[in-house]
Structures are given as structure tokens and as C-alpha cells.
């Protein structure tokens, strides 16, 4: 806590801003932009900036406290940007290209501004703004420093706003073809970056939403409004914004399946010449059911009238777009609760989707990055839909799930049996002895998109046990896909096992490598090296995983497949539905250690 005297002097000073910066607003607001108000409003602009940035370093945490450093981007740049944007559309030809080039100018310098602004903390209190983007991001405990990072924050958040200001003024100004989209990779490598400093704060995944709400990639929008509601320190109006993009989303749904309902009616009438008053049997394949439990048959009729519905016999392009208008939907049903009358058949067509998608080799048009989003927003849907029964007491999330919440889970635990399922056909596929020294011979390029999704949706299930366990009430076969994810799960431990050609090798936890290290001398290197894996760094900071258990793992550095390890928790129900875990490593080289033996994942 700074002295009572250094207070009052930061005090005083923002006092003696205040007014000066109320005289800039009014002269803005009048939204009178001559050439003679444009220069008495810079040289207002700039006296206003100069102040701010002598208070700034004057008191850290005041100035954080009391947000001295958005004051300085809401008057100096935001709304005279606003409100310049606000005249272009009825500008002449003459005033908009003065208007431009004053824009131009003020971006300029509030690029100039920020930068300075983020090269000065980082030298004051010795730090590396970039290096919070690396896998191993450094340990802070300087109280000094950590609001220094939330400054740095802040200053990369406007540098994002400053680049999307640019992209969008130069795009209005283009003659560019409507179907070229303007290009937000530098305002996107920004927030990304802001992200990172502190993954915790939702403002940077809200300004990486918009971002990509202008760039027309809905997944990446409803991933980032997700994650800006769902951080810790939330921001909570991009709520609204879900809602909205979710409400366009269901709207493109229901159109997709009145249209397919439309041209399955028409093929109807039009062979109605052949049916003879008999549509509900025309073409109908008949499928026979037989329980491999008691025995027990039943007979099913599967309508083939339209092959164009059949996820099957679509093109990849066409089943990628439907998967994602599908998938999207599923989750906007779940988020507003309303149209839960249409959730089952398009959860059921996420699930056929999906299957037909990955089933491809190689798989095309989705990457690890998506499917860890669609997983991760469906950890959020199970969040959200979370309710408490009044008077029933504490342990109600743990006694009772709602219908929402319920079907939340089911999907979300369909879609892991699904990737799973496709991974244990992958690792069937290799039935030859592994060659000493071969790296890419297990895993393929599918293997090693699908693998770090199945770790992410087994951490969350070993995270919320009381969730998935006992389990949702199984799909509709009417709808199907029938998942027994148990025993998929216990065929992919299987499929791990039973690799011909598994060498030796060692992982070490925090407590093995602290040992070890401490006995080396300081003339000796470290011999080991921690593994990082994709899917928590880009989760880092979520709250659904935030119970996961932070183990980080080692392994020796001349090890020459250490760069690519797979930690799974493979959660596992008995037959009397008690919960366990078995832990397994993946690697290039070594496949397979399974740590503690605590459960055996066998099938007989």
C-alpha cells in the first residue's frame, strides 16, 4: 500500500484530469467533425493522454484499481473513433477520405501509444510479456508484477482493438468483392496474446468473438463467448451475445430440416405411381434387432427415401457444414432450454455426423483445434444446465440432473464414445512389431488429431464423476447411434495394450523430478524436460477443468519422442457402477504405462 502522501498526489492529479477530460466528451459528442473541431479536438486529445500516462506509473495499483488506463482508451481513442464512424456512411466523398486519413492517424498513434506503453512496464518490473504464450509459462509472485500483467492485459487488448479499428476502416474504404473477408490476424494474435497473460479474465475471449463473428466462423464464435462467460472473471453481457448467435444458429437448423422434409415429401408424390396409397412402406429397409443380452429381437423399418439426408453419401464439405449447424443447434437448445422438443434428433445427427466425418482418412476439414472446441463448449452446456432443488439441500448437483442436464451429459458422453471408438478401429490397424527407433509408425495423422481429445474428455470425466455417474438414461435406438461407452473405453485400453513391440520408459511426476534434480550438482544439466500438451494450454484458465489435478510430467530429454506424449484418465464403472480411474501414458516410442494398476480395463 502506497503512502497516505503518494495517494493524495494521484488523487489530485486524476482531479485536475477529470474536467479536461469532460470538456473532450462534450466536444465529441456534438459529432460536429470540421477540419477547425478536428485539430481543437487533438490538441484537447492529446493534453488528455499526457496526463493519464503521468499518472499511470505513479501508483500501480490505484491506477488498476481504478481503471485509469481504460479512461485513457474510452476518451482519447474510443469514442472519437465511434464517433468519426458513426458520420462516414453520410460523409461526402471529400469529407470521408479526410476522415480516413484522421482515423489513419489516430490508430497510428495509439498503436505507438500501447506499445511504448507495454515495452515500459515490461522493463520496469523485468518481465516477458511473449513468454506467457509458451508452453512453460513463468512463475510470478511479485505483487508488483501481477498488476503489472494486468496492465500489460489491458494495453494488448486495446493494440487488439486498434488492429480490428484498422482492418475494419480499411475494408469499408476497399472496393474489394463481398465475398473476400477482411483479415483480423493481427488483432486476433493480440487478444490471443492478452488471453495468455491471464487466462482467467473473459475480456480477451470476447474481443476474440467478435473477431470471429466478423469473420463469419460461428464455431470459434460460440467457443469464445463461451469462454468469456465461463471464465473467472466473467464477462457477463457476452451472454446475450451467445444467445443471439445461438438463436440465428437453430433458426438455420430448422430451415435445413424443413427443407429436407420438403424434398422427402416431394419424392414421395412423385413416385406416387409405384407406392399405391403405401408411402409409409415405399423403400423402406427392414432392419431385424437381436439382444446380445436375452435374445430378444426386434424389427425396424429405415426409411431410404432420401439418400441426400444420409450422412454417408454426402460430400465431405456438405457433412462438415451440417455437423456444425447440427452440433451448434444441439447446444443452443441446451443453453436457452426452449426447442427442447428437437434436441434428441439433433443430438442423434451430431452423432451420425461426427462418426461419417472421422471415419474419412485422412479426416478432412476439422483439426484437433475444433474438436477440442466442440468438446469444451459441450462441458460448458453440462455447466450451465446445472440446477439445485430448493429444500433438498446441498448435495442436489450430486443426488439429481435436470432433463436438460441429463441430455447435456448423454451427448457429451456419446461424442467421446464416438472419437474413442474411431480410435480403437486406428490402433486395430497396427498389427506388425514396432521398429526400433520408428516414431510415426502408431501414430498416423488421425491418431494424433483424435488422441488429445479423448485425454480432454476423460479429464473432465474424471473431474465431475457425480455428473456421468450413475449414467444418463441410454438414446433412443429409434434415433440411434447405440454407445456403450464403457466398453469402448475398456476396447481402447485393450487396443493400447495389446500393440505388438512396447519398449521401456520412464515418466517422472513432480516429486520424482524434484528429487532427482536436487542431487544434481550446478556444473550438471538438467536431463529432463516437462511435456506440454495442446489441449491445456488452450484450456488454461476454464472452469470446468479447474478441479483437474495440475501433474506436470517428465521425461529425459534424449528421449527422441519425448515431444509428443498422451496422458489419459480413463474413467471406468463396475458392474455395481462404483467409480475408478486408470491412468495411461502414450508416447511414439514407449506406448503404454498404466500408473496405478488400480483397475483392469479388460474385456473378456
Keep these: 500500500m502506497p503512502p497516505p502522501s503518494k495517494l493524495s498526489k494521484v488523487a489530485s492529479r486524476i482531479e485536475e484530469l477529470l474536467p479536461f477530460e469532460r470538456q473532450l466528451s462534450a466536444i465529441i459528442s456534438a459529432r460536429q467533425y470540421t477540419q477547425e473541431t478536428l485539430g481543437h479536438i487533438e490538441r484537447q486529445r492529446l493534453m488528455v493522454r499526457d496526463k493519464i500516462l503521468g499518472i499511470l506509473p505513479l501508483d500501480l495499483e490505484y491506477s488498476v484499481q ?102 475494419q476502416m480499411t475494408s469499408s474504404a476497399s472496393v474489394s468483392p463481398a465475398s473476400v473477408s477482411p483479415d483480423y490476424g493481427k488483432a486476433r494474435k493480440f487478444y490471443l496474446q492478452a488471453s495468455h497473460v491471464a487466462p482467467k479474465n473473459g475480456k480477451p475471449y470476447n474481443q476474440l468473438a467478435l473477431v470471429a463473428l466478423y469473420s463469419k466462423r460461428k464455431l470459434d464464435t460460440v467457443f469464445y463467448f463461451m469462454r468469456s462467460i465461463s471464465a473467472s472473471n466473467a464477462f457477463l453481457s457476452a451472454r446475450e451475445s451467445l444467445r443471439a448467435i445461438y438463436n440465428d444458429i437453430i433458426k438455420k437448423y430448422k430451415e435445413l430440416r424443413a427443407e429436407t422434409e420438403r424434398r422427402r415429401q416431394a419424392y414421395i408424390k412423385k413416385n406416387s405411381a409405384f407406392t399405391r396409397g403405401r408411402e409409409d412402406d415405399y423403400h ?31 460430400s465431405c464439405n456438405e457433412l462438415y457444414k451440417r455437423l456444425m449447424v447440427s452440433f451448434l443447434a444441439s447446444q443452443g437448445f441446451l443453453f436457452s432450454k426452449v426447442g427442447m422438443e428437437h434436441f434428441p434428433e439433433a443430438s442423434s445427427q451430431v452423432l451420425h455426423q461426427l462418426d461419417a466425418l472421422i471415419s474419412h482418412s485422412p479426416i478432412p476439414f476439422v483439426d484437433t483445434n475444433k474438436l477440442i472446441q466442440m468438446f469444451a463448449i459441450a462441458m460448458f452446456s453440462i455447466q450451465s444446465s446445472s440446477t439445485f432443488i430448493e429444500g433438498v439441500g446441498l ?210
Excluded at 575 to 584: E, Q, W
Design 284 to 314: 423402406k429397409r427392414v432392419e431385424l434387432w437381436i439382444s446380445p443380452i436375452d435374445g430378444s429381437s426386434t424389427t425396424d423399418h429405415v426409411d431410404d427415401l432420401l439418400d441426400v439426408d444420409n450422412p454417408r453419401k454426402m
Design 395 to 604: 448435495d442436489t448437483e450430486e443426488q439429481c440432473r435436470s432433463y436438460t442436464q441429463e441430455q447435456a451429459v448423454l451427448l457429451y458422453i456419446d461424442m467421446t464414445t464416438v472419437i474413442v471408438n474411431r480410435c480403437t478401429i486406428l490402433l486395430s490397424s497396427v498389427n506388425q512389431p514396432l521398429r526400433e527407433g520408428s516414431t510415426n509408425q502408431l501414430l498416423t495423422h488421425d491418431l494424433s488429431l483424435l488422441l488429445p481429445v479423448v485425454k480432454l474428455a476423460t479429464d473432465w470425466m474424471t473431474c465431475h464423476p457425480h455428473l456421468w455417474n450413475p449414467p444418463p438414461c441410454p438414446r433412443d435406438p429409434l434415433l440411434g447411434p447405440v454407445l456403450d461407452p464403457w466398453f469402448s473405453l475398456a476396447q481402447l485400453a485393450n487396443a493400447l495394450s495389446q500393440i505388438p513391440g512396447l519398449s521401456q520408459h520412464q515418466f517422472y511426476s513432480d516429486t520424482d523430478y524434484d528429487n532427482t534434480v536436487s542431487q544434481l550438482s550446478p556444473l550438471q544439466d538438467n536431463p529432463y524436460t516437462q511435456l506440454t500438451f495442446l489441449e491445456e494450454e488452450q484450456l488454461r484458465g476454464f472452469l470446468p477443468l479447474m478441479n483437474l489435478a495440475n501433474e506436470n510430467v517428465f521425461t529425459k530429454r534424449d528421449h527422441p519422442d519425448s515431444s509428443q506424449v498422451w496422458y489419459f484418465s480413463f474413467p471406468f464403472v463396475s458392474s455395481s457402477l462404483m467409480y475408478d480411474s486408470t491412468r495411461c501414458l502414450l508416447s511414439h516410442h514407449y506406448r503404454l504405462k498404466v500408473l496405478p494398476s488400480s483397475t483392469e480395463l479388460l474385456v473378456s
Design 66 to 167: 481504478h481503471s485509469v488506463d481504460i479512461l485513457l482508451w474510452k476518451s482519447v481513442y474510443h469514442q472519437l473513433l465511434e464517433g468519426i464512424r458513426s458520420q462516414l456512411s453520410a460523409a461526402d466523398s471529400e469529407s470521408a477520405d479526410r476522415l480516413h486519413a484522421h482515423v489513419s492517424a489516430i490508430l497510428d498513434e495509439a498503436d505507438h501509444t500501447y506499445s511504448g506503453l507495454l515495452t515500459s512496464l515490461e522493463r520496469q518490473h523485468d518481465l516477458d510479456i511473449s513468454s506467457f504464450s509458451l508452453p512453460h509459462r513463468p512463475h510470478v509472485s511479485s505483487r508488483h508484477q501481477k498488476l503489472a500483467l494486468v496492465l500489460a492485459q489491458r494495453c494488448l487488448i486495446c493494440l487488439g482493438d486498434v488492429a480490428r479499428y484498422r482492418t
